[in-house]
C-alpha cells in the first residue's frame, strides 16, 4: 500500500511538468470557472455552448436522438475502418473476404455484425429524430434551413446504407440493389425503361448505368458501390453534418428560455451516458444475432422473393400499386421534397420545442387522442410517417414468393397460386375520377363569398359549396363504380369476369336479386358519393382558412403533397377493394398512373 | 446516480466484449486441437502445430481449413481412430495430393468455414453439403472422364451410369446434348441451386438439400410434384399436372448409384491438366439388325415410357385411354414400315386424351428425327416387328402369361 500523501505528491509534481501543462490548460477541479474551460477548452466538446437552457436537454424532450445518431455514425467510421481492412472490392474475392472476417479474423464476424446492426440502428434513429423534431416543432423560425440540411442527412444515411449492402457479394446484396437500380431504369425520360424515355436514352447511358457502372451488375458495380460507400458519401455527409452542427448553435435551440445550466457536466454526461447504453445494446445485438450472409451472388439464380434493403422496403411494397416509375422515382422524390418544404409552409408559430399537447376528438361514442395545438400538422406527418412504416412491416414480414400476402406466422410456400384479376379503368373516367379528386382542394376565396354574397344572398356561398363538393363526390363514386359495372358483364360469370371483393359482392347482388341487385349498386354509388362530398364539405371551411393563411403558392404546394399522399392511400384502396390496376394509361409514353 | 449508470454500464460494455473476446477464441477447432495434441508423445508434438491451417489451391479456387480440424488426415503414424483425428482411408491422398486437390473438390461441404457444422456445409445458404459415406463416389467423374478405368473405386458411379440409361431416363432428360428434352436438362442436376428446387423442398422432409432432394425424387417423383387440382385453384387458373416422371419402382441400392451418379453431374470445370478424358467408346457390333435396334431402343430412353421390351403401362397423362403409355407389342399388326417411320421421326402431338376437360398434358411421343440416325431407325423398326413374332412364339404359353410379364415388368 502505497503512501497517500506521496501518490498526492507524485500528481502534484505531474501536473507541474511543462509537458501537461502544455496538453492540459486548465485545472479538473469542478469550480464554475473550469466547468467552461472543459467546453470551450476542448476542440470536439466547443461545439457545444457552455451553458444550455435546462428544458433544452431533458432527456424526455429529444431521447437523445441526434447524438445517437451522430455517436452510431462515429461507431460505424471506426467499425467500417477496421472492415476495410479484410475488404477487397472484387467480385471474385468480396465473398470469400467475408467469409473469411466470419471465420478466420478474430472478432472479424462479431465486427461485420457490429457495423451492420450500428447502420440499420443508425437508419432508425436518424428517422426517429427527424420525428421528434417534427412533432416538437423545432424546424420553425429560425431553424428552417437546418431541418432542410437535416433531411439531407437522412437521404445520405439511407444511400449510405444501400451502397454497403451490396459490398458482401451475396444473393442478398446483389438482388437487393437489383431492385434499386431497377427502379432507376425507371426513371422516367433517364431510365431506358420508364415513362417519356428521351429518344437517346438506351441500356448504355440511362440512369441504370450511372448507378451501376455498367448494363450488369458486376466488378464496375461493386467498385462503385464501394467508393461511394467508404469514400463519397460519408465525406459529403460529413460536410453536411458540420453545418447541421453549426447551424443549431448559430440558429439557436428552440428551447431558450428558463434557468440555464452549464453543459458540463449536465450534457455531456448524458451524451455519455447515451453512447454507452448504445455501445451495450449494439455489443448484445452484435453477440447475439449474426449479420446475414447468403450464397455468394448469382445474377443466373434469382431469389423469389428478392426484397430492397428493410428501410427501402415500403417504396417496394407500393410497386404492387404503382408502376416503378412512380413507386421508386416520383414518389421518393416527392417525399423528400415535401419533407424539406415543410418548414416554409407551416407557418403556425405554435407547438415550438414542446411535444404536443394531447387533448381528446370524440368521434360519437368514442374518444380518441387529438393533438389540440397544431392538429393538422401533426396528424398529416403522423399519418405519412405511419403509412411508411406500415409499408414497411408489410413488405418485410408480408410478402412471400411472388410478392404474396402471408402473415408473419404462416409458412411460405412456391406453390401457391393466387391472384386478383385486374382492370385499367377507361382513361376517360380515370380522368374525372383525379380531376374531381384533386378539385376537391379547390378554396372558396373570401373574395369570391363576398361577391356572391352580395349579389345572391347570405345562404349562398355555403350553398354553393356544399353543391360543388357533393358533385365532387358523386362524380368520384361513379369514375370508379360505372366502369367496374359496364366493363365487367356482370352476368357473365364469375368465373370469367373480374375477382376483386368489391365486384365479386356486386356480381352476388346480381345474381341473387336480380333487377334489385342493380338498384342496390345504384344506392351505393350514392351512398359512397354522399359520403365522399360528406367529408368534401366538413373539410370546406378548415380548406379556406388554410388559404386565407397560406396564401396561394404554400397553399397549392401543401396541398398538392397532402393529396398526393391521400391519393397513395386512395390507390392501394382501389387496387385491393376494387382491383383496379391502372385508372390512366398512355402505353405509347409507357405512362401509367 | 449518473456516476452508478456511468460504471454499470461501463462494466456492462466491458464484460460483454471480454465474452465476445472469449467466444471468439474458444472455437470448436481450438478444443480439437488442444484434444489432440494431449494425446500425443511429447516428441510428437512438434510435428503438429497449432492455429486455422489451410490449403490454398489456385487452380481449383479452394481455399481449405478442413486440416485444422482433421489435424491428421494424412499423417497415418498420428492418427486417431476417432473424428476427426483419423488418417484419410485408402491411398487417395498418395494418388491426390491435398496440396494440389485440396478436400472439398471431392468431399464437399465449405473448406473455408472454420465451424464444424458450416464447414460440413450443414448450414444454410451453403448448398454443398458434405458428401458422405459412398456419395464421395460422385466427385470422382468431374476429373475422370474414364470411369470405366477406376471402376473398382466408384462401383456406385458405374452402376448409376448404367442404370439411368436401363431405366431409359435419357428418353425425356438430356445429358450434355443426348436425350429427350420432354423434361429437365440434367446436366448439371448435380450442382443445381437451391432456389430452383424450393417449391420440391415444401413437399418433402428435413434436411433440404440437393442430396436428399435427388433421393426423394428417385423414390417417388408424385409426392414432390403432386400437381395443383383445379378444386385448389382460383377460378379460371389451368389445372397444374403431377410431375409426368413414372414411379420406377427403384430399390435402395438403386437409388443410391442413381443419386450418385446424378450428383456427379455438375457444372464444374477443372483446369485440363486435372482431366484424365474420356475414351471414346468403341462402336459397338452387333449381330442381327434386331440387337442392333434393341440396343437404340435402350440408348435413346424409349423404355422410360415403353417399359423394358416394350410392354408398355407407364403411366402418361396424355396416353389415350386408362392413361399409361400404349404398348409396342403389337405395332406389327397396325402399322407399316413407313407409318413407323413416319411415327418415330415426327412423334405424336397431343390430340385427344380420354378425359377430354383435363388441359393439354405435358408429355407425348416426342420427334426423334434428327437425333436417331436413319440406320437406327431401320434397326428399330426391325425390333419392333420382332416383338409381334416373340408375342407368337410365346402365345403357346397363352396371352395370359404376357400380360402377367407385362405386369411385372411394370411393377
Known sequence: ?593 | MKRLLFFILTAACSVIFVYALWRDTDRDWTRYQHQFVKTLEPANRKLVSGGIKQVIVDDLKRVDRCTTCHVAIDKPQLALGEEPFKAHPGKYLQWHPVEKFACTVCHGGQGIATETLAAHGDVKHWEEPLLRGQLVQSSCASCHGDVQAIQEHVPLLVRGKQLFQEKGCYGCHVIKDFGGQLSVELTQVGSKPYQLIHADFEMMPHPHDRIHWIEAKLRAPRLLNPGVRQDQLPPGEEEVFPTAMPHFGLADDEVKALQVYLLSLRDFDPPTSYVTPAKPEPAPVYATAVDRGRAVFQRFGCVGCHNVDGVGGRHNWNAGLGEEVPSLMYVKMYYSEDELRTLIHNGRQPAYRGRVHRPVPPVFMPAWKDKINEEDVDALIAYLYSLYDKVLQSSTDGPAAVAASADVAVQ
Open chain 1, 1 to 593: 500500500m502505497a503512501n497517500p500523501s506521496l501518490i498526492a505528491n507524485v500528481k502534484q509534481q505531474v501536473k507541474k511538468t511543462k509537458v501537461w501543462k502544455s496538453i492540459f490548460r486548465h485545472d479538473f477541479s469542478d469550480t464554475p470557472r473550469t466547468r467552461l474551460q472543459r467546453i470551450f477548452g476542448n476542440v470536439f466538446l466547443h461545439l457545444h455552448p457552455v451553458r444550455i437552457a435546462k428544458d433544452a436537454i431533458r432527456i424526455t424532450y429529444t431521447w437523445g436522438l441526434g447524438g445517437i445518431s451522430f455517436y452510431l455514425f462515429l461507431l460505424l467510421i471506426v467499425t467500417g475502418i477496421l472492415l476495410m481492412f479484410y475488404y477487397r472490392p472484387f467480385s471474385a474475392v468480396a465473398y470469400q473476404d467475408i467469409k473469411d472476417l466470419t471465420y478466420a479474423v478474430t472478432l472479424g464476424g462479431f465486427l461485420r455484425n457490429m457495423h451492420r446492426w450500428a447502420a440499420h440502428l443508425m437508419v432508425i434513429a436518424v428517422i426517429l429524430h427527424m420525428i421528434r423534431v417534427f412533432l416538437t416543432g423545432a424546424y420553425k423560425p429560425p431553424r428552417e434551413y437546418n431541418w432542410v440540411v437535416g433531411v439531407l442527412l437522412l437521404v445520405m444515411t439511407l444511400f449510405l446504407s444501400y451502397t454497403g449492402y451490396l459490398l458482401p457479394w451475396d444473393q442478398l446484396a446483389l438482388w437487393a440493389v437489383t431492385v434499386g437500380a431497377q427502379m432507376a431504369a425507371n426513371s422516367p425520360m433517364l431510365g431506358n425503361e420508364g415513362p417519356f424515355k428521351l429518344p437517346f436514352i438506351t441500356t448504355a447511358n440511362d440512369a441504370r448505368f450511372v448507378m451501376v457502372g455498367g448494363t450488369t451488375i458486376n466488378d464496375a458495380t461493386l467498385i462503385r458501390f464501394y467508393v461511394l460507400h467508404c469514400m463519397a458519401v460519408p465525406f459529403l455527409l460529413t460536410l453536411f453534418l458540420v453545418v447541421h452542427f453549426w447551424r443549431v448553435r448559430k440558429d439557436s435551440f428552440s428551447v431558450n428560455t428558463g434557468p440555464k445550466v452549464d453543459v458540463w457536466p449536465n450534457l455531456v454526461s448524458r451524451e455519455l451516458l447515451a453512447a454507452l447504453l448504445i455501445t451495450v445494446v449494439l455489443l448484445v445485438w452484435s453477440l447475439a444475432l449474426n449479420a446475414p450472409l447468403e450464397g455468394v451472388a448469382n445474377l443466373n439464380v434469382t431469389p423469389n422473393p428478392s426484397k430492397a434493403p428493410w428501410y427501402f422496403l415500403g417504396l417496394q411494397e407500393l410497386l404492387v400499386y404503382f408502376d416503378p416509375w412512380i413507386a421508386g422515382v416520383l414518389l421518393p422524390t416527392f417525399i423528400v421534397i415535401g419533407l424539406m418544404a415543410i418548414p416554409y409552409i407551416d407557418i403556425n408559430p405554435k407547438g415550438l420545442g414542446v411535444w404536443p399537447k394531447m387533448g381528446k376528438l370524440k368521434v360519437g361514442p368514442i374518444s380518441i387522442p387529438w393533438p389540440t395545438e397544431r392538429p393538422f400538422a401533426v396528424s398529416v406527418f403522423m399519418l405519412g410517417a405511419t403509412m411508411w412504416f406500415v409499408l414497411i412491416f408489410i413488405g418485410s414480414f408480408c410478402r412471400g414468393p411472388n410478392w404474396e400476402w402471408y402473415w408473419p406466422w404462416e409458412v411460405w410456400s412456391h406453390r401457391r397460386i393466387s391472384k386478383m384479376t385486374l382492370l385499367n379503368l377507361p382513361n376517360i373516367y380515370g380522368l374525372a375520377l383525379m380531376g374531381a379528386y384533386f378539385a376537391q382542394a379547390l378554396p372558396f376565396p373570401k373574395a369570391a363569398k363576398d361577391m356572391l354574397r352580395a349579389k345572391a344572398g347570405e345562404k349562398a356561398p355555403a350553398f354553393l359549396s356544399a353543391a360543388f363538393h357533393m358533385g365532387l363526390g358523386f362524380v368520384i363514386s361513379a369514375a370508379i363504380f360505372v366502369p367496374l359495372v359496364t366493363e365487367q358483364k356482370l352476368f357473365e360469370g364469375l368465373g370469367r369476369s373480374h375477382n376483386s371483393p368489391a365486384v365479386q359482392a356486386m356480381y352476388g347482388w346480381v345474381h341473387t336479386m336480380g333487377p334489385m341487385g342493380y338498384g342496390l349498386i345504384g344506392a351505393l354509388v350514392l351512398v359512397s358519393g354522399l359520403l365522399l362530398g360528406w367529408v368534401g364539405v366538413q373539410f370546406a371551411k378548415f380548406k379556406d382558412s388554410l388559404y386565407e393563411e397560406l396564401g396561394p403558392i404554400k397553399y397549392v404546394i401543401a396541398v398538392a403533397l397532402l393529396l398526393l399522399m391521400m391519393g397513395v392511400l386512395g390507390k392501394i384502396v382501389l387496387r385491393l377493394l376494387f382491383g383496379v390496376k391502372y385508372v390512366f394509361t398512355l402505353p405509347m409514353f409507357n405512362f401509367n398512373i
